[in-house]
């Protein structure tokens, strides 16, 4: 996994403990919303990461096949 990726993972898990854990309904609310919003960033540099990958492999396919 993408060390971007793993570092907003790393977040969301920690605010989903946040929210497991308090018994305040304001910083539950927030913990959550902060959560949703880390796992978000995650998946979209995952697909970044691959749309990345499958970029330069057909670069380089092309570079191939002109030479």
Known sequence: ???EAK???ERAEADA???A???LDNV???ALRSEKA???M???AERTAIERKTREAEAEERRIAAA
């Open 1 to 3: 996994m993408q060390k």
């Open 17 to 19: 403990a946040l929210a």
């Open 38 to 40: 880390w796992r978000a």
């Open 21 to 23: 854990s308090t018994s």
């Open 42 to 44: 995650a998946d979209r």
């Open 28 to 30: 539950r609310t927030r």
């Open 7 to 9: 570092f907003f993972l």
